[in-house]
């Protein structure tokens, strides 16, 4: 069974830093692409961030500079570093493999808020 475990989201300051971090367990976690996807309230879910399996890495426009995607296959690690974080940042963040958005199967998420 797939368990996908996020967290690291919290409440910081504009201008601020977090690392979220995803644990999985239940897949072939060297195989597969990861991103970070994030869903801020009244909006719908968009990606920010994904990794391939040999370390390729692609980011939205709206983080670009300011958040790095990496992985630790070793530990079935995701990680995104968030840094000059903005007040429209705020939202719930979502680690995923392609497979899983297909099947909509979606962890809990953690949740991040930045203020100004």
């Known amino acids: 069974q797939v368990q996908l475990v996020e967290s690291g989201g919290g409440l910081v300051q504009a201008g601020g830093s977090l690392r979220l971090s995803c644990e999985a367990s239940g897949t072939t976690f060297s195989d597969d692409d990861w991103g970070w996807y994030r869903r801020a309230p009244g909006k719908q879910r968009e990606i920010v961030a994904a990794?391939?399996?040999?370390?390729?890495?692609n980011y939205a426009d709206s983080v670009k500079g300011r958040f790095t995607i990496s992985r630790d296959n070793a530990k079935n690690m995701v990680y995104l570093q968030m840094s000059s974080l903005k007040p429209e940042d705020t939202a719930v963040y979502y680690c995923?493999?392609?497979?899983?958005?297909?099947?909509?199967?979606w962890g809990q998420g953690t949740q991040v808020t930045v203020s100004s």
């Open positions: 995923i493999t392609p497979l899983g958005v297909a099947a909509d199967n």
């Open positions: 990794i391939s399996s040999d370390g390729n890495r």
